[in-house]
């Protein structure tokens, strides 16, 4: 196995934002299920306020 | 120590999404990234309420293509905030001005909260022009709900809510992609912008789509003209036949395919375990194309800037400011598009319409149009390079970390002592010599590309994007399914 590649998170920066390991207790910590609920809710307010406009 | 005490409770509270407990299983990351797609289609389906949609102009113009997210809808602004404040992000952090050591947790979590803070920021900045400068997206006449009737203002500043929220929203769906799912959400939203794109060029059943325009020409429905007069040349290389840009689109395939494989590679040895054996590869495209995003970026933030000047202007062509026009800064055509003045020369080529003077489509002197070409050419390329630079240093792929990743992991350069300085020497002389010839290759390869016109307008960058991100994520997927089938291997990648 080609041990060089990929070592020690080389791989990690494929976004434009970095995510570290380290987090602060204070931190408000969401879950993701919540994340995809809110697009969908938020998504689907707009949808029938728009209808019912 | 100013800055960093001041800003701290505001930047640890931030909020975060959860990180896994434990290893996430390859089926479940698929099943979040899908997740986070379907989801990011859907809000790109969603108009915004109170939008006149008729009327609207999309802002984002021809940088839609690496911008993502969709005109008019819940995405209006896409991953633009993101991508700008990342290239503050650079610059400071390139420049050594934060003062911040990622290698300290405190630091990180500093660094992490600041980047979240600067993208809610931008994402305020974007949306506020957008809604209340110049008619981007006008509202509808009136709006009623349940009875209570909206004013222009306030219809305004409930449009501004819905595309601040779509905003926030995106980068929270990234966070996800990122720790639950397979590569960034930023790659996976770029990639679905442009293979939309890309397959809409081709088989849209109207003159854009690449095979009805061919069935028109073949079934006589698209006059050709001459083919030896030139006229009909024109037609089916450029213009409905595509065939340049068909020929441009497969190229940058080929062309980012192969460059992935160029590397140098520098021989690796185990310092206990004989025989055991590796290699370190310097890709040519290292820094990969994304720095060339914030290129783009830079780019289409001087155009912005252009737009809503001249929407300040009302009905006038040229620029004005307090009073007085300035033919200098910028005078624009009835379409909303530069056509002369420092606007014209900073807009990047977008297709061969937008240069190829002997054709008569452009309205342009030579000179003009080969002083914009220069412009967008240096801008690329020198820009492609420094960015590429920061980049590197930025995500920890420069020579002291890579160095002392190598170190770490137990390996050592046969032939030279195992010391990390010593491999950060030799890691001097490759690193950032290939950083800023892939960078500047990189640049000139998307101009080139734009310059020929690609199937389905998603332009140069927005190509080379996309090839690329796919590349990186083809590598990431069989990597996560190696360790899944060897759970050993999880600890040769350096993952608990």
Redesign the interface.
């Known amino acids: 196995m080609d041990r060089g590649q990929n070592t020690g998170g080389l791989m990690s920066s494929a976004g434009l934002v970095r995510y570290f390991d380290a987090e602060d207790s204070n931190a408000i910590l969401i879950n993701p299920k919540t994340v995809i609920a809110t697009g969908v809710m938020l998504g689907i307010l707009v949808q029938l306020l728009t209808f019912v406009s | 120590m100013g800055w960093k005490e001041a800003a701290e409770p505001v930047l640890?509270?931030?909020?975060?999404?959860?990180?896994p407990q434990k290893h996430v299983p390859f089926k479940r990351k698929l099943a979040?990234t899908a997740?986070?797609l379907v989801?990011y289609f859907?809000?790109t389906n969603?108009?915004?309420?109170?939008i006149d949609a008729a009327a609207s102009e999309d802002l984002f113009g021809e940088f839609r293509a690496i911008l993502a997210g969709e005109h008019g809808s819940?995405l209006q602004v896409g991953?633009g905030p993101?991508?700008t404040g990342?290239i503050v992000m650079q610059l400071l952090g390139g420049a050594n001005l934060l003062g911040l050591d990622?290698d300290d947790?405190?630091d990180?979590?500093l660094?992490?909260g600041l980047?979240k803070l600067l993208?809610i920021v931008m994402t305020a900045l974007t949306a506020l022009p957008m809604v209340f400068a110049g008619g981007f997206l006008p509202v509808e006449p009136a709006?009623?709900?349940?009875g209570f009737t909206f004013d222009q203002t306030q219809i305004q500043a409930l449009m501004f809510l819905?595309i601040f929220?779509?905003g926030v929203?995106i980068?929270?769906?990234?966070?996800?992609v990122?720790?639950?799912g397979i590569?960034?959400?930023?790659?996976l939203f770029i990639i679905a912008g442009v293979s939309q794109m890309l397959v809409a060029g081709f088989v849209s059943p109207s003159e854009e789509g690449f095979f009805y325009s061919w069935y028109l020409i073949l079934t006589g429905q698209i006059e050709v003209g001459s083919i030896v007069g030139g006229d009909g040349l024109y037609t089916l290389l450029l213009g409905q036949g595509d065939i340049i840009a068909l020929l441009t689109t497969v190229l940058i395939f080929a062309i980012v395919v192969y460059a992935e494989s160029v590397r140098v590679e520098?021989p690796?040895s185990?310092a206990r375990v004989k025989g055991?054996r590796?290699?370190?590869?310097v890709k040519l495209i290292y820094a990969?194309v994304?720095p060339m995003?914030l290129v783009r970026a830079l780019q289409a933030n001087i155009q912005f800037m252009g737009q809503i000047l001249n929407r300040q202007t009302g009905d006038a062509s040229t620029i004005a400011l307090f009073g007085n026009e300035l033919p200098w800064l910028g005078v624009y055509d009835a379409q909303g598009q530069p056509v002369s003045g420092f606007f014209y020369y900073f807009a990047p080529i977008y297709s061969p319409d937008d240069w190829m003077w002997w054709t008569g489509e452009v309205t342009q002197e030579a000179w003009m149009v080969m002083v914009r070409v220069s412009v967008d050419l240096t801008f690329m390329i020198i820009g492609g390079a420094i960015f590429a630079i920061f980049w590197v240093e930025?995500?920890?792929?420069g020579p002291k970390a890579?160095a002392q990743?190598?170190q770490?992991?137990g390996?050592q350069i046969p032939g030279f002592r195992q010391n990390v300085s010593v491999v950060e020497k030799v890691m001097e002389r490759y690193i950032p010599q290939v950083t800023v010839i892939g960078g500047a290759l990189v640049g000139l390869l998307a101009v080139w590309a734009n310059m020929l016109g690609t199937i389905g307008a998603v332009t140069g960058t927005g190509l080379l994007l996309a090839v690329s991100?796919t590349y990186?994520?083809y590598?990431?997927i069989a990597?996560e399914q190696m360790m899944e089938m060897h759970p050993m291997?999880r600890q040769?990648?350096?993952k608990e």
């Open positions: 640890t509270r931030m909020p975060a999404v959860q990180r979040w997740g986070i989801l859907f809000l969603i108009q915004l309420l109170g819940l991953i993101i991508v990342s990622t947790p405190r990180q979590v660094y992490q980047q993208v709006l009623q709900l349940g819905q929220a779509g929203l980068l929270y769906m990234d966070e996800v990122s720790k639950w590569g960034s959400g930023i790659g520098i690796l185990h055991a590796g290699r370190f590869p990969s994304l995003i930025t995500t920890n792929m890579t990743q190598i770490n992991s390996m991100i990186k994520l590598e990431e990597e291997m040769m990648f350096g």
